[in-house]
């Protein structure tokens, strides 16, 4: 059960460089979201999807995009990276039915733009 | 807008002994869900608990419950026992019923002595 997979682990990127965070889950998962968490801070919400094609803005999305062409994948894009970007980010996902279900996550991508 | 509020930044607390995190939220809306997370120092994200607003039983899971007092809109969590291993971050969360975003408090740093 290989779950929600972040690739990659950890990235140093240099100020105005581009990159896109790979998240792979294997679930069937209609949602999915991105998260990031800045040191000593709960997480934030930039990006999430409730289905192939459906993405929509959370809390904190400027400066990135995402996008959803198929059910298992979501991806997160930096577009001329700051050093506000850095970070650790998280990609989860949730099933639809009961309430009640737990968003399972990623191991998350520390992000360092320098 | 929902809101969590988690004012304990840190705590220390004896091997063995129980603990509670605080964990007090804002909303409008009527149903909604509450969620506890763990943090190791390894960064991934653990789920706990949940407890819907409607649930009239405080949730339990092992070690871990939920004291939750609708009146007063707090939803702590309560460990006990507590180990070494549960030396972590915890996040409290909260995603209204039906729908697909969950927002996160900025979480409890718990030390647990030997």
């Known amino acids: 059960n290989a779950g929600v997979t972040q690739t990659p682990k950890f990235r140093i990127l240099k100020i105005g460089q581009s990159m896109t965070l790979q998240c792979a889950q294997d679930m069937n998962h209609n949602y999915m979201y991105w998260y990031r968490q800045d040191p000593g801070m709960g997480l934030k919400l930039i990006y999430y999807s409730v289905g192939a094609g459906i993405t929509d803005k959370g809390e904190v999305p400027n400066g990135y995009n995402v996008s959803r062409s198929t059910t298992e994948d979501f991806p997160l894009r930096l577009e001329l990276a700051a050093p506000s970007q850095t970070s650790v980010y998280f990609c989860?996902?949730?099933?639809?039915?009961?309430?009640?279900?737990?968003?399972?996550f990623g191991q998350g991508t520390r992000l360092t733009v320098v | 807008a929902q809101k969590i509020t988690q004012t304990q930044p840190g705590m220390f607390v004896q091997e063995k002994e129980a603990v509670t995190l605080d964990c007090t939220y804002d909303?409008?809306?009527?149903?909604?869900?509450l969620f506890w997370y763990k943090q190791p120092s390894s960064g991934e994200m653990i789920f706990l608990i949940y407890q819907g607003s409607y649930d009239e039983q405080n949730a339990t899971e092992g070690r871990y419950s939920l004291n939750f007092q609708k009146a007063r809109k707090s939803a702590n969590l309560v460990i006990s026992a507590s180990q070494l291993g549960d030396s972590a971050m915890y996040f409290c969360a909260m995603r209204r019923t039906g729908g697909f975003k969950t927002i996160f408090g900025a979480g409890t740093r718990l030390f647990v002595k030997a």
């Open positions: 989860a996902s949730r099933g639809p039915g009961t309430e009640n279900t737990e968003a399972f």
């Open positions: 909303t409008s809306d009527q149903s909604y869900g």
